[in-house]
């Protein structure tokens, strides 16, 4: 269910932002394309390095505090999608003692949950179609989400408050609606998800 408002994703996506800090750039991750087979086996490199570092930085988190926290995925281009959920859902407390703890972490492997990269089309694609069904049972200001609207990986596109019907999501209009769209927003949940935006990203 598109369950995360537009506000909270762009909140919890900057707690993490002292843990990134201003530390070095992520790498770029050449291709074969970009100097043959020699560059290739070079950004093969480069991105298993990264996604150890990545794999670090996680680890460090589940460590202090949130045991729950998921491996960033790793995507073409260098792009990082995270489990930006498990952040926002942290108390204060914990999120103060994982940028103490795993700042150095996060900013060597270039992890900056704040950075979130744009839904790529598999995930637009499907929140197009969840919002379609919900204008046309009764939510008419539900917009379709492009490459930039807010996401929340796992959990899909948020809603904004001037889309929430009056009475919020507890409303009988807004339930009529998510029980008869409630496939297509299934399939825009499981086109957020880790596995898929790290192979449609």
Same mark, same amino acid.
């Given at each position: ?51 150890? =570092?990545?794999?670090? %930085? +996680?680890? @460090?988190? !589940?460590? /202090? #505090?949130? &045991?729950?926290?998921? *491996? $960033? ?52 694609? =499907?929140?197009?179609? %969840? +919002?379609? @069904?919900? !204008?046309? /049972? #009764?939510? &008419?200001?539900?917009? *379709? $989400? ?56």
């Amino acid at each position: 269910m598109r369950n995360a408002t537009y506000i909270a994703a762009l909140a919890g996506a900057l707690l993490l932002a002292g843990c990134a800090g201003p530390g070095p750039a992520a790498p770029a991750v050449p291709t074969a394309a970009q100097g043959g087979a020699v560059s290739g086996q070079a950004g093969q490199a480069t991105a298993s390095g990264r996604a150890a =570092a990545l794999h670090a %930085a +996680a680890q @460090c988190i !589940r460590q /202090h #505090g949130i &045991p729950s926290y998921s *491996d $960033p995925v790793l995507a073409s281009g260098g792009r990082v999608f995270s489990d930006l959920r498990s952040i926002q859902d942290a108390p204060d407390a914990t999120i103060s003692a994982i940028q103490q703890a795993c700042g150095t972490l996060a900013a060597r492997a270039g992890l900056r949950p704040q950075d979130e990269p744009p839904a790529p089309p598999q995930l637009v694609q =499907a929140g197009v179609r %969840a +919002a379609r @069904c919900m !204008r046309a /049972h #009764g939510l &008419p200001d539900d917009r *379709d $989400p492009t490459a930039q609207s807010p996401y929340t990986p796992g959990h899909g596109f948020g809603m904004t408050a001037d889309e929430v019907p009056s009475g919020g999501k507890a409303s009988p209009v807004y339930q009529t609606a998510a029980h008869a769209c409630r496939s297509l927003l299934d399939d825009e949940i499981r086109a957020s998800t880790l596995g898929s935006l790290g192979r449609d990203g």
